[in-house]
C-alpha cells in the first residue's frame, strides 16, 4: 500500500509538471493554431532565470526566494514568448509550416547560446532544506516535493481557468479557440488575446522550468526539448485549446508513466506513446479537445 | 451615413475567382435583398465587406475605404454582421455570447430581450444547445446590441422551421423599419415584405438592380433565380 500511494503521489507529481509545460501549448495552438516548437525553450529560460536568482540574487536558499525564483522564471519566459510572438508569429499568422519552422529555429538558437554561455553539463539548483525531506502518509514516505508541483500546478490552474472563466480577455480566448474569425467579425481586435495567451502559455512554462530543474536534479540548455514531447503528448491527449483537458491528461499520462516504470520496468514511455495512439485512432480532437485544425 | 458603394469587387478563393468586379450600391435606410442561385458569391460578397474574405477592388462604408481594412476595425465603423449558419459561440453561454458582442458603452439589451423574450429565459443556457431558430435569435441579437449603421445578414431563415421562419422574418420586419439593411435571402416572400432594393447576382457579377416589384414576375423570378416566384 505504501509503495502503492508513494508512486500514485509521484505520479501525480509528475502530472502536475506536465500540466504546466503543456497548458501554455493547448491555448497556443487551441487560439492560433501555431505549432509552437519554441515552447521547450520558455521553458529553459524559465528555470536559467530561476537559476541565476537562486545562484546570484539570493544565494542562501529560503521558501521565498524560491517562490521569487520560480515567479521571476516564470515573468521571463512570458516575456520571451511575448516577444516571440510580437516579433515573429505576428508575420506569420495563417502560415503554419512556416511557424512551425520558425518556432524549430528559435529553440535550436536558444538551446545554442545557453549551452555557449553556461555549457551543457546541468546546473544544481539550489533549494530550501525542506525540500529534501519527506513526509509520511500512512505508511509510505513521499518526498515534499511532490507535494510543491502538485500545489505550484493546482494555483496555475485555477488561475487560468478563473482568467478563462471571469475575465473579458478570457472570453474572447475563449470564444476564440472555437471560431477566431467570428470574434473579429464582431469587432474583437483578436491580437491582444493571441499575446495574452503567449505570455500565459511562457509564464507557466517558465514556473514549470524551475520546478524541472529541481525534479531533475538540475538545469540544462537540453532540459526543454525533451519535456516539449510530453507536453505536446498532453496536449494532444487532452485536447486543443481546452485547458481542463490539458490537467487530466497530465495526469493521466503522469500516474501511467510511473505505474507502469514500476510494474513493467522501463515501459513508462511506451505506455504513454501507447495511450496516445489509443486517443488519436478513437477520439482524435483528445479528450477534452474543442478544435482540430 | 450609413450608405454601400462597392466598385469593381474582385474575390479569389484557392485560385478559383468567385468575385468578379462586383459593383452595386446599398442606400441609407433602406433594405436591400442581394439575391441569386446557391453559389453565385452572395455569401462571399458579404464575407468581403466585413473583410473576413480578402479583395480587390473598391468597397466605400459612409465614404470609407474599406477595402483592406482589419474586420474588427470595419466593424467598429458601424457595421454589424449576422453570418450564414450562425456560428454562435456553442461552448459559450448565451449571456455570454452577447456580452462578447455587446461593444457599445450602453448595449441595447433591453431591445434585444423585447425583441426575442425567449432569450431571457436562456441566458445561462450553452449555445450550442439551443434549437436552430433561437441560435438564429443570438446570432440575430448580436448584431443589434450595438448602434450599427448598417446591417450584413447572410440567409437568417436558412435551416429553420416553418413556424420559426415566421417568427425570425417578424422580428427581421421589426428591425428594418428604422435600419440600413444588406440581406441575402432565399425566401422571396420575406424579402418582398421588407425589402426596398434588389440585387441579383450570377456567376460572381452583378445582373440586375431594381425594386421588389419585379419579384412579382413570375418570369423574372425563373429567368433570374430559377426558382418559382410563389414561395421561393
Known amino acids: ?112 547560446l545557453l549551452g555557449g554561455w553556461f555549457g551543457f553539463d546541468a546546473r544544481f539548483l539550489p533549494t530550501p532544506l525542506w525540500f529534501t525531506k519527506a513526509a509520511t ?20 490552474l485555477i488561475a487560468m ?14 470564444a476564440g479557440v472555437e471560431n477566431r474569425s467570428m ?29 524541472i530543474s529541481v525534479f531533475s536534479y538540475g538545469v540544462s540548455p537540453l532540459m526543454g526539448g525533451s519535456w516539449l514531447i510530453y507536453g505536446f503528448i498532453v496536449v494532444v491527449v487532452g485536447g486543443m485549446g481546452s485547458i481542463a483537458g490539458s490537467a487530466i491528461a497530465a495526469m493521466l499520462i503522469g500516474i501511467t508513466n510511473q505505474f507502469a516504470n514500476y510494474y513493467v520496468t522501463g515501459l513508462g514511455d511506451f505506455v504513454v506513446v501507447i495511450i496516445l495512439a489509443a486517443v488519436l485512432l478513437t477520439k482524435p480532437t483528445g479528450l477534452l479537445g474543442k478544435v482540430s485544425h | 451615413m450609413s450608405s454601400l458603394e462597392v466598385k469593381d469587387l474582385h474575390v479569389t478563393i484557392n485560385g478559383s475567382h468567385i468575385l468578379q468586379g462586383v459593383n452595386f450600391f ?16 452572395k455569401s462571399t460578397t458579404l464575407k468581403a465587406i466585413m473583410g473576413l474574405n480578402p479583395g480587390t477592388g473598391s468597397i466605400k462604408f459612409g465614404g470609407t475605404e474599406i477595402v483592406a481594412m482589419p474586420t474588427h476595425k470595419i466593424v467598429r465603423l458601424g457595421m454589424g454582421y449576422v453570418p450564414e449558419d450562425r456560428e454562435i459561440f456553442a461552448s459559450l453561454t448565451v449571456k455570454e455570447n452577447l456580452s462578447l458582442a455587446a461593444r457599445d458603452e450602453k448595449p441595447n439589451y433591453e431591445m434585444v430581450y423585447a425583441l426575442f423574450p425567449e432569450l431571457l ?33 447572410d440567409e437568417p431563415t436558412k435551416g429553420l422551421a416553418p413556424k420559426l421562419v415566421t417568427e425570425v422574418a417578424k422580428s427581421l420586419a421589426h428591425i428594418a423599419d428604422h435600419s440600413t439593411m444588406l440581406i441575402v435571402e432565399q425566401n422571396l416572400a420575406l424579402v418582398k415584405a421588407i425589402a426596398q432594393n434588389i440585387i441579383v447576382m450570377d456567376q460572381g457579377k452583378v445582373v440586375f438592380e431594381g425594386g ?10 425563373k429567368s433570374m433565380l430559377g426558382v418559382s416566384g410563389g414561395h421561393k
Not at chain 1, 137 to 155: E, L, S
Not at chain 1, 190 to 210: H, K, N, P
Not at chain 2, 212 to 221: A, G, K, R, W
Request: proline letters at 2%.
Open chain 1, 1 to 112: 500500500m505504501s509503495t502503492f500511494l508513494l508512486i500514485l503521489i509521484t505520479g501525480i507529481g509528475l502530472g502536475a509538471l506536465y500540466f504546466l509545460v503543456a497548458s501554455g501549448l493547448s491555448l497556443i495552438y487551441g487560439l492560433m493554431g501555431v505549432l509552437n516548437f519554441a515552447h521547450g525553450a520558455f521553458l529553459t529560460i524559465g528555470a536559467f532565470t530561476g537559476l541565476w536568482i537562486a545562484t546570484k540574487v539570493f544565494p542562501n536558499p529560503t521558501t521565498w526566494t524560491f517562490i521569487f525564483s520560480m515567479f521571476a522564471g516564470g515573468i521571463a519566459a512570458g516575456l520571451f514568448a511575448l516577444l516571440m510572438e510580437q516579433l515573429v508569429i505576428t508575420r506569420l499568422y495563417n502560415r503554419h509550416i512556416d511557424q512551425a519552422l520558425v518556432t524549430v529555429g528559435v529553440s535550436l538558437v536558444v538551446t545554442a
Open chain 1, 137 to 156: 502518509i500512512g505508511d509510505a514516505i513521499i518526498p515534499v516535493d511532490r507535494f510543491i508541483y502538485i500545489g505550484v500546478a493546482a494555483i496555475l
Open chain 1, 161 to 174: 481557468l478563473s482568467i478563462l472563466k471571469f475575465t473579458r480577455i478570457g472570453l474572447i480566448i475563449r
Open chain 1, 183 to 211: 470574434v473579429t467579425a464582431l469587432g474583437i481586435n483578436v491580437r491582444l488575446a493571441f499575446s495574452t495567451v503567449f505570455f500565459i502559455g511562457g509564464f507557466a512554462a517558465g514556473v514549470g522550468g524551475v520546478l
Open chain 2, 26 to 41: 446599398v442606400p441609407e435606410n433602406k433594405v436591400t435583398a442581394l439575391l441569386g442561385r446557391n453559389g453565385v458569391g
Open chain 2, 121 to 153: 429565459t436562456r441566458t445561462g443556457q450553452r449555445a450550442g444547445t439551443l434549437s436552430g431558430g433561437q441560435q438564429q435569435m443570438v446570432a440575430i441579437s448580436r448584431a443589434l446590441l450595438n448602434q450599427n449603421k448598417i446591417l450584413l445578414i
Open chain 2, 212 to 221: 421588389p416589384e419585379n419579384l412579382q414576375d413570375e418570369s423574372f423570378v
